[in-house]
Nanobody
């Protein structure tokens, strides 16, 4: 099993920045990709960004491309989501996910482990 713990959420004004962190523990050797998803009120959870654990290849949702940056620190088993130029529509619960498969995808079904989620609120 792999445990994921998110941190860094909170309240920020539009145009501001936040950095989310996700620390992985347990059988982290089995993880080949990590991702961030979000669920806004009244909406389904959807993809934000993902990164391959070894090569560092990244993938982004179109609406966050150029504003959000996903990165990882292999030594700390931690993945980050730097969120800049935040907009009210970025308000959501953000979830960290980890997958055993090597292909970075936007499909939730390809991720095997999930964090509890953390609230990000962007005020206008």
């Amino acid at each position: 099993q792999v445990q994921l713990v998110e941190s860094g959420g909170g309240l920020v004004q539009a145009g501001g920045s936040l950095r989310l962190s996700c620390a992985a523990s347990g059988r982290t050797y089995s993880v080949l990709k990590m991702g961030w998803f979000r669920q806004a009120p009244g909406r389904e959870r959807d993809f934000v960004a993902s990164i391959s654990w070894n090569a560092g290849t990244t993938r982004y949702k179109d609406s966050v491309q150029g504003r959000f940056i996903i990165s990882r620190d292999n030594a700390k088993n931690t993945v980050y989501l730097q969120m800049n130029s935040l907009k009210p529509e970025d308000t959501a619960v953000y979830y960290c996910a980890a997958g055993r498969g090597p292909i970075i995808t936007a499909l939730q079904s390809t991720y095997d482990y999930w964090g509890q989620g953390i609230q990000v609120t962007v005020s206008s």
